[in-house]
């Protein structure tokens, strides 16, 4: 248990974050999980808008520090990839990286 005014105002604090910083990471795992969802059925339309809120949310949850940004980029590339992959099934056009 904190003793002094400030380290009691720390503790204030810290609580706060944790609350902010969970509350983003929910968001971004929501949204992934929507993503996946979609890639899962096959949509490809359906997932290339959930990519691009993902993609939004990953971004803005990266700026605000709750997660690392090359985390963020990591992520971001792994679920492209799983589009471009998908859309190289369907014959709809992807990328080398897709077939490779």
Do not use: C, P, W
């Not at 929910?26 to 290339?48: C, F, H, M, Q, S």
């Amino acid at each position: 248990m904190a003793h002094s005014l400030s380290a009691k105002k720390r503790v204030r604090q810290n609580d706060k974050r944790r609350a902010r910083n969970r509350h983003r990471k929910t968001l971004v795992r929501d949204e992934v999980k929507t993503y996946n969802a979609a890639i899962t059925a096959g949509d490809i339309n359906k997932a290339e808008a959930e990519l691009q809120k993902v993609v939004v949310m990953l971004d803005k949850t990266a700026a605000k520090r709750t997660i690392h940004k090359n985390a963020a980029a990591r992520k971001r590339s792994r679920l492209t990839r799983k589009l471009n992959v998908l859309k190289a099934k369907s014959g709809r056009g992807g990328t080398k990286a897709a077939t490779a």
